[in-house]
């Protein structure tokens, strides 16, 4: 579902900044779908048209470079988002707050951390110079929190309008929270995430259950439409074993 | 030159090593488990991610710092010995300088150019500005402080004895990490003529004079993948993922598959290394460095 | 696409254009003589040095701008029509952003980058920092700012009809010229399939996102060498000095090989194409991109 | 004379920042005779350590490129430059002052010149980066002048001691002016150049009279050692038909 959803907020011609995990098969359900023309920038240092023919474990692994229309430096990769050329981001998180600001790094305090997450990677680099991104997460209310602790990947900020430029962030910020239970978006000029839709299966009483903020609903939030017989096949195409998609509903 | 060699004399205890920096690909791990068996101490480890390798070297006590963006195992998630090395001081404490991937890449140009730091527009609004010294806002920009390796272990797909290295597939930040390191070494699937390497220059990501030992390591980034030589070994990051939860279960992986393994050629054969060889050629067209 | 159209769609008058980045090698010459007989003006050249290309735009009063490190014929010494330019305003006055090789090359990083400028140890204490306000000193560095071509014009041993170009021998700095710039054109001697560029991404030098046209243009680049296709013709060069010299000579000049040349392949006929073609090919060892 | 006479600077297991012209010469006679192990860096993007078998017009031509060890971007070359790998490297000038300051930009007002020379090319960066470096000059009174009006490749600065340290320059600065008549030196700390040796054929009042400043005479200048045979063979055999010597004795 998440995957199928994900795949939906990539618009044809996009340059997608591709993550590991689930982006990945977002891309390839996309490519083969609705967005022919759009191309895949992975900061491992390789852009894409085709999805990898296949399996990936990462971003690079040999089935990702083969046919790659570019091999390259992170830097490189880093440089065209720099300039804005990258239409839109994937980021994975551990916690995501009402603003859309993402920890990966930890949880308490730095210099003493109950639990230390593995870092950044290219997440702060994507939040803040691509033009918009989405986040994909477990819906859990320990991960969907009022405030995060430390901001790895600055979202909207405090939520005040116009809080990015006047950081001087470069990208627009996030313009989804795909979860497992529901798709969570945010205004145009930033602020607080709402309730977009609820995936088949779910309530929004229970989306507001597992949301660690008092979240709200938007006019006319219905269901999230469910994926298509062809998302679905490229989904398992991409992804036979079930390896990213395991214990997932697609 | 024998892994064991390069490693006694190149890498001493305290030094700060660049190691993956290809991101997941080309990690090499076997340098990294000779560094184990050396019983390195104090060392300063710099990457972009690090997939397995830095959490089994923070694991097995060798690690005072870290500088990197991410560190864990990319297909199954967090590092365990990262998490209790942070959190509970286990097997020592840990220095966390932490960046993005970008940021890590400008650190080391920063250090290759030879300027004490590179403005960027990325990390603005991120805490990691707050929380690493090395990075200081100012004038709407991030100003990001050189870091300086004094070694780089690349390994790369093949080089000769002279310390030319081609290396193919993404790159990562290999060639910032090599040009900004005092010395290099490098760990190759195939040791060949000069003939090879010269023949093809573009490819040759380091000048020589930087490098100071070439080991023919054939199998040396295993479970990483190598394009051309070695497919990705999931299963075996799986498995370190689910032995490493528990201290007990890390150190007895690390006996398993390093202690307990002298060298490369040892372990190889512990692993069913044919099912991971690549098989298929699928060389590049050649290009033409004609003169008359 | 046909060099006209390529020059006539996306260099318009007052534009930023880089051209010759791999110093005096794959020049675009063809694309700079296209552009005199599109009568272009008050352009604004970008390069490191410019082995006589530039002179001549310079002389057919094409160039409101130079930013560069240095203008001449590299083999027989000054610019003639430069000279004039700088010195007499003839045929116009030209503004100049003098550049060292390093700086102009940190430049362009920059913009590759986006940050208003890159800080380096190089110009400290040269009157250059003092001449070219693009450059100012401040706590013991030069600060570079960014140059932004409109257009980066490269001259490439092949091409796919996507924009994908494979380029080797020594780089200069073509490779941030084609990232700084807003987009590429491309011209090469060879147009091939895609399975041939892309057998091979780690040649591929500017992601085609930026490629807005390939032009076939085999012998593009004479008298500049092409590594694999052409030597470099000195005697042209030195004719080219000897005319330039005063205005009537470089006017005659001017008429005989750009004016009254319509295209390149009239070009390719007044020379002794086949005395300058690297006959003995020397190809690369392939690298292998195998997966399976 | 001069190709022979700036080999000799270049000491074995150098890596030498090679300009065009003669030093691409001069590289090539030291490989081939007391400097087998030095290696040339070429900041087109080049390292070599075999001097090229065929004449070279550029740096960037042909049989410069076949064979490399390295084939690169120019910043790389640079890069090796900024941190103080570069031990050698040679300049031409239009102009050199007697703190050895060079001037290949503009004679006269900058903003309306007499005259607009080609410019620094790499000239400013291997000045200020280089270990040490050595310029190649027609002895002319033109030429060598009390100071340059403009400086593109800083030498000595204004001739106090220390002056390069006091400014921040990276490298040691010019150790040598060698010209058609005569080898010019500078004390250790930097400072005002003085007359060495002169080259057979010619004398000190000669070299004086065609210096535009009072030049100091070292003790025990005597006369510069002639061209060996190995020399002059290397020379005839990169350059066979005189192009880059055409005029010159050697």
């Known amino acids: ?250 | 030159m024998t892994m064991a060699e390069a490693v006694a004399r190149f890498v001493p205890d305290g030094a700060t090593v660049a190691m993956g920096a290809g991101l997941e690909a080309l990690i090499p791990f076997a340098a990294g488990h000779e560094l184990i068996r050396q019983r390195r101490r104090d060392l300063e480890l710099v990457g972009p991610i690090s997939d397995a390798l830095f959490d089994q070297l923070i694991g097995a006590g060798c690690v005072r710092r870290v500088t990197a963006a991410w560190l864990g195992n990319v297909s199954e998630g967090l590092g365990h010995c990262y998490r209790r090395a942070c959190e509970h001081g286990v097997p020592r404490s840990l220095e966390v300088h932490d960046h993005s991937n970008f940021s890590i890449s400008l650190a080391l140009w920063a250090a290759a150019w030879n300027v004490p730091s590179l403005p960027t527009r990325t990390l603005l609004g991120s805490d990691i500005v707050r929380t690493n010294l090395d990075l200081a806002e100012a004038d709407g920009l991030v100003h990001v402080s050189a870091v300086r390796p004094d070694v780089a272990i690349v390994h790369a797909q093949r080089a000769d004895e002279h310390g030319r290295a081609h290396l193919w597939g993404p790159l990562g930040i290999t060639e910032e990490a090599g040009l900004a390191a005092e010395r290099v070494i490098v760990t190759c699937e195939q040791l060949v003529d000069a003939g090879v390497t010269l023949s093809d220059p573009n490819r040759i990501l380091f000048p020589e004079t930087k490098v100071v030992a070439v080991v023919h390591e054939p199998g040396g980034a295993h479970p990483s993948p190598v394009q051309g030589f070695f497919k990705r070994d999931h299963a075996f990051y799986r498995d370190y993922a689910q032995r490493s939860r528990s201290v007990e279960g890390f150190e007895g992986w690390l006996r398993e598959w390093v202690l307990a393994t002298p060298d490369r050629t040892t372990y190889l054969e512990r692993i069913d290394a044919d099912a991971l060889r690549v098989k298929q050629p699928r060389p590049s067209a050649p290009a033409d460095f004609g003169v008359e």
């Open chain 1, 1 to 250: 579902m998440m995957v199928a959803v994900a795949s939906r907020e990539i618009r044809d011609g996009d340059l997608v900044f591709v993550g590991m995990r689930l982006p990945i098969l977002a891309y390839a359900v996309a490519r083969n779908s609705h967005a022919p023309t759009a191309r895949g920038l992975f900061e491992v240092g390789l852009m894409r048209d085709q999805p990898a023919s296949g399996f990936l474990g990462t971003m690079g692994d040999p089935p990702n470079v083969a046919g790659a229309l570019w091999a390259t430096r992170m830097s490189n990769a880093m440089a065209l988002m720099a300039r804005g050329d990258v239409d839109l981001g994937f980021i994975g998180g551990a916690e995501v707050d009402r603003f859309g600001n993402l920890n990966t790094s930890y949880v308490g305090d730095p210099a003493r951390p109950q639990v230390k997450l593995p870092g950044s990677g290219g997440g702060a680099d994507i939040a803040i110079l691509s033009r918009r991104w989405v986040t994909l997460m477990s819906h859990e209310r320990r991960r969907l929190v009022e405030r995060v602790s430390y901001v790895t990947s600055p979202g909207h900020g405090d939520g005040t309008p116009g809080w990015r430029r006047g950081r001087g962030l470069l990208g627009g910020g996030p313009v989804a929270i795909i979860t497992t239970l529901a798709v969570l978006r945010f205004p145009e000029d930033g602020g607080e995430a709402f309730l977009a839709s609820v995936h088949p299966g779910h309530s929004v009483e229970e989306v507001r259950e597992h949301t660690g903020w008092e979240l709200r609903v938007a006019e006319g939030a219905g269901e999230t439409p469910t994926p298509t017989e062809a998302e679905l096949a490229a989904i398992r195409r991409f992804d036979p074993e079930g390896f990213w998609t395991r214990g997932q509903s697609a």
